[in-house]
């Protein structure tokens, strides 16, 4: 168990929709990423916050947007979902921003049907 | 375009065999390159490398990492059944928008 939770486990839902999927990090820990992993893609970085504030952008599409609460947790938006958007989404936090070693959550399953 | 390959994208040994991966990569600001295993769900740290030639070792585990050629291996000796996993290598870039960029993967099978 790395410490970092995210909520929900799995999450169905059909296009259009838009779902919030939740992640509080490690204990301390004040930098929190997101990340996709699809079959043919592989892990993909969308986003980093630290301390509330963003800290980098990858990939990450309009639809989707993020932010992370003083109390640290953080939330990925995603909206107007589409069938390609279904995905593991990952959320990592580490002590800082720059210090390498990231613990990853155990993933939110995303299907879109 | 920061970009990490690794190789081969999967690997099927016996028991007790001794594998290497390979990583290479070529991207701007490189900060650090670290190794992760993700067996069924999320992946698990192994080692973070920053200065070329040094070995970092975990029991039957070690990588080093080459600075000059922009590469990286991870040795496992005596394989294991329980190392059977995807390995993947993250590449670290930037200073004060940090990110990490991972390769695809190697899959590892070890048959008994």
């Known amino acids: 168990d790395s410490g970092v939770t995210q909520t929900p486990k799995h999450l169905i839902t059909a296009t259009g929709q838009r779902v919030t999927l939740r992640c509080s990090p490690r204990?301390?820990?004040?930098?929190v990423y997101w990340y996709q992993q699809s079959l043919d893609q592989g892990l993909q970085f969308l986003i980093h916050?630290?301390?509330?504030?963003?800290?980098a952008k990858g990939n990450i599409l309009e639809r989707f947007s993020a932010q992370q609460f003083p109390d640290l947790h953080s939330e990925l938006n995603l909206s107007s979902l589409e069938l390609g958007d279904s995905a593991l989404y990952f959320c990592?936090?580490?002590?800082?921003?720059?210090?390498?070693?990231?613990?990853f959550g155990p993933g939110t399953r995303l299907t879109v049907l | 375009e920061d970009k990490v390959v690794q190789s081969p994208l999967s690997l099927v040994v016996h028991e007790g065999d001794t594998v290497t991966l390979n990583c290479s990569y070529e991207?701007?600001?490189?900060?650090?390159l670290l190794w992760y295993k993700q067996e069924k769900k999320a992946p698990t740290f192994l080692f973070m490398l920053?200065?070329?030639?040094i070995e970092k070792k975990s029991g039957r585990l070690s990588s080093i990492l080459d600075k000059k050629e922009l590469f990286s291996i991870l040795n496992i000796t005596a394989t294991q059944t329980g190392d059977s996993a995807v390995y993947l290598c993250?590449?670290?870039?930037?200073?004060?928008?940090?990110?990490?960029?991972f390769g695809t993967g190697t899959r590892l099978t070890i048959i008994p």
């Open positions: 990592a936090s580490s002590v800082a921003a720059g210090v390498g070693e990231q613990f």
């Open positions: 204990s301390g820990d004040l930098s």
């Open positions: 916050y630290y301390n509330g504030e963003e800290r």
């Open positions: 991207v701007t600001n490189f900060r650090s």
């Open positions: 920053t200065s070329s030639g």
């Open positions: 993250a590449v670290e870039v930037g200073f004060g928008n940090e990110k990490l960029t």
